[in-house]
């Protein structure tokens, strides 16, 4: 598998194409040019691309990448020292498949690497989904259609959410927004002052489809809605699409 790395340090590039010799085809470009240069003859597997270089950085790097069909679909890693998350999710925004901090850890790189090109190595990872009504019937079926892809929590007591939180990591919440004791409403704030929560998705699931309600959601920091009745193919779409790169954004929890 060819790799070309892009870093305008040159220690780096050699470093890495020696730690990397005995499993992959490690191509250095030690600039944007040189990388473009490089896919005029070549079409690279992935491309591991440093963010802070001088006169064209990795952001306009992967920005005129992506305008480019002939580049577009190419896996770009960051390897980068910057681990602000507003610097990554800046990356991955722009098209980036992931990131990797450095000073790196070889087995660390190495299995991103192959995560994107041997898909079928991947180890089984299911996104955590928690689904809060205080109607069991809608939280059975909210069981049956994700379960396949999801790893299901039910709550029917939403008072109860902290204690859930404490076992859990939700990668998505699924909220009703009336329930008796505490709403949808009140459980937005309870869920975001939580430290690995300020920006996991919160989908409202309501009766009440009008403009105040949504626009009363959203601005407690939901992303999303659903009206009930709840349509399975609609609730089945909106939660994946929200969970598209669910491992990436685990990942940032922690930064």
Known sequence: MKIIYVDDVVYH???????????FDIIPAQSADELFEKLETMTPDLILLD??????????????????????????????????????????????????????????LIERITYYLYPETRPESKPIVL?????????????????????????????????????????????????????????????????DHKETPIIFLTSEANFDTIAVARSLGACDFIVKPIDDEILYNKVMAHLDGFEIKRRLRGL
Request: proline share 6%; aromatic share 8%; charged share 30%.
């Open 13 to 23: 590039l050699k470093t890495t194409k020696e730690r990397l010799k005995n499993y």
């Open 51 to 108: 963010i802070n270089m001088p006169e064209v950085d990795g952001y306009e790097t992967i920005k005129r990448m992506m305008e480019n069909e002939r580049y577009a679909k190419i896996p770009v890693i960051f390897l980068t020292a910057k681990a602000e998350r507003k610097a990554i999710l800046k990356g991955l925004e722009l098209g980036a498949v992931d990131f990797v901090i450095k000073p790196y850890e070889d087995n660390a």
């Open 131 to 195: 689904a809060v009504d205080d109607s069991p019937s809608i939280l059975k079926a909210i069981n049956f259609l994700l379960n396949k892809d999801c790893v299901i929590y039910t709550l029917n007591e939403p008072d109860k959410i902290k204690s859930v939180l404490k076992i859990a990591s939700p990668d998505l919440f699924l909220l009703d927004c009336k329930m008796p004791v505490m709403s949808g409403f009140e459980l937005i704030p309870t869920i975001r002052d939580h430290k």
